[in-house]
DNA sequence: TATTGTTATACTCTATAACTATA
DNA sequence: TATAGTTATAGAGTATAACAATA
């Protein structure tokens, strides 16, 4: 996971072994970059609004959705286990920024729903979220991030549904 | 951390707020692409040779020094707390893929080293490790590979050594 | 029976801090 | 005192599985 451990890794590191193919090269910044905006955005929502990125994505589903949501559709839409979602809900539920109201019809359900603060605080928090993500991006000309993420889209295509390797031993 | 949590994020998918700027889009995508790649790394690893990224790192360090590295020399190579070294070695140990041995003039210190059956085992694995990566750039040419190098490059200048925010509440 | 949600448990990966042995 | 390494503990973030209540 850590950005400076391939960076000095003999087998991903090209500067050091210039037999290896440009693949390795160009994996190893991807990687990269992609921990390095990420770590950012976690420390900022840390360290601005004391929250995690799960509690952050739960808020944006409920943000577009004031009717609310249920357990099991946030389940699918984070594409997290029920478990996990219980437990990000009782946490921001803890804070008073979402509320479980009753389901009429199924007594089983509660729809989620972001409070009135929980609504505020996102607003507040999108808005820097934006604003974060515009400035990593900032040394990239409109063109470029064109074109960067038309270069993503073709990789993102090559490897999405990738077969799932069986387990030999196991 | 999930993809497509992010996807069906209304912050940051723009096809359903496109009044977001395009740099939302083109985060999701980096860190979709990075999180794809990634996933499968780590259930190859798993799958096919039932082993860690963090202990495939570790051996790629001890790869290019047959001498031995010592435990705070790997913390630092690997950027992680000296704690956990001892934790990955030791698994490596167990595994005999690995091996402590003592530095003469320091008797505090090992010098941590592959075994033959480590050599063997890692040389398979890097093999393997290469020809995943390879496979996940392939559906870009190599004039298109080269390009997306440098765009990441630049975000990756943009992004690196980002103040950390001071924590304002604690 | 099947579904909704919760609880319990576990695993990976990481960090900090207290501790031991040596320098 | 400072350094090398270990141990203990904690906290994200994730998963599976057993379970209760309801459908």
Same mark, same amino acid.
């Given at each position: 996971?850590? %950005?400076?451990?391939? +960076? @000095?890794?003999? $087998?991903?590191?090209?500067?050091?072994? @210039?037999?290896?193919?440009?693949?390795?090269? +160009?994996?190893?910044? +991807? %990687?990269?970059?992609? =921990?390095?905006?990420?770590?950012?955005?976690? @420390?900022?929502?840390?360290?601005?609004?004391?929250?995690?990125?799960?509690?952050?994505?739960?808020?944006?589903?409920?943000?577009?959705?004031?009717?609310? !949501?249920? !357990?099991?559709?946030?389940?699918?839409?984070?594409?997290?286990?029920?478990?996990?979602?219980?437990?990000?809900?009782? =946490?921001?539920?803890?804070?008073?920024? $979402?509320?479980?109201? @009753?389901?009429?019809?199924?007594?089983?359900?509660?729809?989620?729903? %972001?409070?009135?603060?929980?609504?505020?605080?996102?607003?507040?928090?999108?808005?820097?979220?934006?604003?974060?993500?515009?400035?990593?991006?900032?040394?990239?000309?409109?063109?470029? =991030?064109?074109?960067?993420?038309?270069? %993503?889209?073709? $990789?993102? =295509?090559?490897?999405?549904?990738?077969?799932?390797?069986?387990?030999?031993?196991?």
């Amino acid at each position: 996971m850590d %950005l400076e451990a391939r +960076l @000095a890794d003999p $087998v991903l590191d090209p500067q050091r072994h @210039a037999e290896h193919p440009e693949e390795l090269r +160009l994996w190893l910044r +991807l %990687l990269t970059c992609a =921990q390095l905006v990420e770590k950012n955005l976690r @420390a900022r929502l840390r360290g601005e609004f004391d929250t995690t990125l799960p509690r952050f994505d739960l808020m944006a589903q409920l943000e577009r959705r004031p009717e609310g !949501m249920k !357990m099991s559709d946030l389940s699918r839409r984070m594409m997290v286990s029920g478990g996990n979602v219980t437990g990000i809900t009782d =946490q921001l539920v803890a804070e008073g920024l $979402v509320e479980r109201a @009753a389901v009429d019809g199924d007594r089983r359900a509660y729809s989620v729903r %972001l409070t009135a603060k929980g609504r505020e605080v996102f607003d507040a928090m999108a808005r820097a979220h934006e604003n974060w993500i515009v400035q990593a991006f900032d040394g990239l000309s409109p063109r470029e =991030q064109k074109t960067l993420h038309g270069l %993503l889209g073709k $990789v993102k =295509q090559a490897n999405r549904a990738e077969p799932v390797i069986p387990k030999q031993n196991a």
